[in-house]
């Protein structure tokens, strides 16, 4: 069933997402890019006391906006203890659809941001 | 069922009888914006002889709008294919034996239909490669590297395949710059501007037939004149990959220099390609690869190269595929290209109505069908060509999505990507509506 990869929870994230935005003087941040569709995505970390804040810009497909949106969601609150080594199969089971070969770059464009915005700082 | 790959054996005037077999197997009103005479042949007649239109696809019917990248292959061409490797297979050229023999002659007979097929003046200016790009690599390769020195240009055009700009960027390094000519506002080529580019630097234009995103058809005996009364000089390649298999090419009339296509886009197997080029241009071009084939005699420090075509094909070439390509060409022969054409003007026409009637969505090229092949790129506002493509897949329709191997055109069109629609002779408007009715579902699962 293809379809199930448009739930509810997907649409509403790439159609209202919780954590679209740029964060001023961030401390880790990065763009990645995916030169067969033409997404974007550019993920800013900011820690505060140790605790981080996630948002993302950028544009693409529902499943690239909404996954690098769950992602944010994920890294707030945690330390970057906590988020460094997330792999992606933590990212697939957080978005809780079924990903196929073509899509999974949709689906883990926000976690290449966030691997590189690691190794770069800010 | 009737068998469709039958009847195309009919020769042409006995169409009548076609018709009658095929009238009636659908809702005719599926049919009634296709005129008589098409009406017997394409749609749900012609799909009897594509075993793969057979299939569902996640439960529902295959409808394939992806042929401008590889169309779908009839049943005689595949039937071909098997028949050499279960009856025939052997190498060519050089067997004194039976199965040798047959297929040197299937071989050989297949490059005959080629030169028939687009007009070419002997069969000596058809050699065969892997497909288009590798046609427009032996230009470069063995002419242009041979023939163009430090600030000499060649004019490409905003509208080309990578395989048409990919292979002309490597020359930049020996010092030959590249220009390219814009499209007008009504996404048709700026012949102005195209005049007034070449100069006497420009050795080589090099320029597609039938945009593979616009859909647009170049006016190419028009550009040719404009480009050879300015530089009678300048040679001129057409990239013909998504001309040959829709409209009747003329390369005698054209008078194009060079002109390459891909069997896999016209009914044929993937894996053949065929560069035309005039016979008094291939006799000075050195050789593109070198080894077995393309000789007449070896010595230990020297060789005498092989008459044409041959001189161009080294090594066992792909026969069975050629062989096949053959199957493909007959086949396309019996319907006539004419009514090829024909046909993707009324689908795409109907198309263009349905497609525009749709909330926020951009159609990118001419609005006259007439004017272009039946390619069709579009966007939907808010909508991604991944998901559009995805949910469609979801219904059976199979449609591309992303840059459609044209990032320079994506740029001036100033979007990332698009989707893309694209007919054959399998299509009718029945497809059509199947595709309106899935866009109708991605706007309500994407909540647009
Ligand atoms: C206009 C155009 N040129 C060239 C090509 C390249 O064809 P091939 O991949 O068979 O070499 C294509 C195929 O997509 C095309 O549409």
Same mark, same amino acid.
């Given at each position: 069933?293809?379809?199930?990869?448009?739930?509810?929870?997907?649409?509403?994230?790439?159609?209202?997402?919780?954590?679209?935005?740029?964060?001023?003087?961030?401390?880790?941040?990065?763009?990645?890019?995916?030169?067969?569709?033409?997404?974007?995505?550019?993920?800013?970390?900011?820690?505060?006391?140790?605790?981080?804040?996630?948002?993302?810009?950028?544009?693409?497909?529902?499943?690239?906006?909404?996954?690098?949106?769950?992602?944010?969601?994920?890294?707030?609150?945690?330390?970057?203890?906590?988020?460094?080594?997330?792999?992606?199969?933590?990212?697939?089971?957080?978005?809780?659809?079924?990903?196929?070969?073509?899509?999974?770059?949709?689906?883990?464009?926000?976690?290449?941001?966030?691997?590189?915005?690691?190794?770069?700082?800010? | 069922?009737?068998?469709?790959?039958?009847?195309?054996?009919?020769?042409?005037?006995?169409?009548?009888?076609?018709?009658?077999?095929?009238?009636?197997?659908?809702?005719?009103?599926?049919?009634?914006?296709?005129?008589?005479?098409?009406?017997?042949?394409?749609?749900?007649?012609?799909?009897?002889?594509?075993?793969?239109?057979?299939?569902?696809?996640?439960?529902?019917?295959?409808?394939?709008?992806?042929?401008?990248?590889?169309?779908?292959?009839?049943?005689?061409?595949?039937?071909?294919?098997?028949?050499?490797?279960?009856?025939?297979?052997?190498?060519?050229?050089?067997?004194?034996?039976?199965?040798?023999?047959?297929?040197?002659?299937?071989?050989?007979?297949?490059?005959?239909?080629?030169?028939?097929?687009?007009?070419?003046?002997?069969?000596?200016?058809?050699?065969?490669?892997?497909?288009?790009?590798?046609?427009?690599?032996?230009?470069?390769?063995?002419?242009?590297?041979?023939?163009?020195?430090?600030?000499?240009?060649?004019?490409?055009?905003?509208?080309?395949?990578?395989?048409?700009?990919?292979?002309?960027?490597?020359?930049?390094?020996?010092?030959?710059?590249?220009?390219?000519?814009?499209?007008?506002?009504?996404?048709?080529?700026?012949?102005?501007?195209?005049?007034?580019?070449?100069?006497?630097?420009?050795?080589?234009?090099?320029?597609?037939?039938?945009?593979?995103?616009?859909?647009?058809?170049?006016?190419?005996?028009?550009?040719?004149?404009?480009?050879?009364?300015?530089?009678?000089?300048?040679?001129?390649?057409?990239?013909?990959?998504?001309?040959?298999?829709?409209?009747?090419?003329?390369?005698?009339?054209?008078?194009?220099?060079?002109?390459?296509?891909?069997?896999?886009?016209?009914?044929?197997?993937?894996?053949?390609?065929?560069?035309?080029?005039?016979?008094?241009?291939?006799?000075?071009?050195?050789?593109?690869?070198?080894?077995?084939?393309?000789?007449?005699?070896?010595?230990?420090?020297?060789?005498?190269?092989?008459?044409?075509?041959?001189?161009?094909?080294?090594?066992?070439?792909?026969?069975?595929?050629?062989?096949?390509?053959?199957?493909?060409?007959?086949?396309?022969?019996?319907? %006539?290209?004419?009514?090829?054409?024909?046909?993707?003007?009324?689908?795409?026409?109907?198309?263009?109505?349905?497609?525009?009637?749709?909330?926020?969505?951009?159609?990118?090229?001419?609005?006259?069908?007439?004017?272009?092949?039946?390619?069709?790129?579009?966007?939907?506002? %808010?909508?991604?060509?991944?998901?559009?493509?995805?949910?469609?897949?979801?219904?059976?329709?199979?449609?591309?999505?992303?840059?459609?191997?044209?990032?320079?055109?994506?740029?001036?069109?100033?979007?990332?990507?698009?989707?893309?629609?694209?007919?054959?002779?399998?299509?009718?408007?029945?497809?059509?509506?199947?595709?309106?009715?899935?866009?109708?579902?991605?706007?309500?699962?994407?909540?647009?």
């Amino acid at each position: 069933m293809t379809l199930d990869i448009y739930a509810e929870e997907i649409i509403d994230r790439f159609r209202n997402p919780h954590n679209f935005g740029a964060i001023e003087s961030a401390d880790f941040e990065a763009e990645e890019y995916n030169p067969l569709c033409g997404d974007r995505i550019k993920l800013q970390i900011k820690t505060h006391d140790g605790r981080l804040t996630a948002k993302f810009s950028g544009h693409g497909c529902a499943i690239s906006q909404a996954s690098a949106d769950i992602l944010c969601g994920e890294i707030k609150n945690k330390q970057i203890s906590e988020i460094e080594n997330l792999k992606d199969d933590d990212v697939t089971k957080l978005l809780n659809i079924p990903i196929t070969g073509t899509r999974l770059k949709c689906a883990l464009l926000g976690l290449w941001a966030l691997r590189s915005a690691l190794k770069n700082g800010s | 069922m009737a068998d469709f790959s039958n009847a195309i054996k009919i020769p042409q005037d006995s169409k009548e009888k076609c018709r009658s077999i095929f009238l009636g197997q659908e809702n005719s009103a599926e049919f009634s914006l296709v005129s008589a005479p098409s009406r017997a042949l394409f749609g749900s007649g012609i799909r009897q002889d594509f075993p793969i239109l057979k299939q569902k696809i996640n439960g529902k019917r295959l409808v394939y709008l992806d042929s401008a990248a590889t169309s779908q292959k009839p049943k005689v061409m595949i039937d071909a294919l098997k028949s050499y490797y279960e009856k025939y297979n052997s190498n060519i050229h050089r067997a004194i034996h039976t199965l040798g023999e047959q297929a040197t002659e299937e071989y050989e007979s297949t490059r005959k239909k080629v030169a028939k097929f687009i007009n070419a003046k002997s069969e000596k200016e058809i050699i065969f490669v892997r497909n288009t790009t590798e046609a427009i690599n032996l230009v470069a390769y063995s002419w242009a590297r041979n023939n163009l020195k430090a600030g000499d240009e060649i004019i490409l055009t905003i509208i080309e395949h990578h395989s048409n700009i990919v292979p002309w960027q490597q020359l930049q390094e020996n010092g030959i710059k590249l220009k390219f000519v814009d499209v007008n506002k009504n996404y048709e080529l700026d012949l102005k501007q195209l005049e007034n580019s070449v100069t006497k630097s420009t050795k080589l234009v090099s320029l597609t037939h039938v945009s593979n995103v616009l859909g647009t058809i170049n006016p190419i005996s028009e550009i040719v004149k404009i480009i050879k009364e300015k530089n009678p000089d300048a040679k001129i390649l057409i990239d013909g990959a998504q001309a040959v298999p829709h409209l009747k090419v003329n390369v005698l009339e054209l008078d194009c220099d060079f002109y390459a296509f891909s069997s896999h886009k016209m009914l044929g197997p993937t894996g053949v390609g065929v560069l035309y080029a005039k016979e008094e241009l291939l006799k000075e071009m050195k050789p593109f690869l070198f080894g077995g084939d393309m000789i007449k005699k070896v010595g230990k420090f020297e060789t005498e190269f092989n008459d044409l075509p041959w001189k161009f094909e080294a090594g066992t070439p792909n026969i069975a595929d050629v062989i096949a390509f053959g199957a493909a060409i007959d086949y396309l022969e019996n319907i %006539g290209m004419e009514n090829v054409h024909t046909h993707e003007i009324e689908l795409t026409k109907y198309a263009l109505e349905k497609l525009s009637e749709i909330k926020d969505i951009e159609i990118y090229g001419s609005k006259d069908a007439k004017q272009r092949g039946g390619v069709i790129a579009f966007n939907i506002k %808010g909508a991604h060509p991944h998901d559009v493509a995805q949910i469609l897949d979801g219904e059976g329709i199979a449609i591309r999505s992303g840059h459609a191997c044209a990032m320079p055109l994506m740029k001036r069109l100033g979007v990332e990507s698009v989707c893309r629609a694209s007919f054959y002779i399998y299509n009718y408007k029945k497809d059509v509506n199947a595709m309106i009715k899935g866009l109708k579902k991605v706007k309500k699962v994407l909540k647009l």
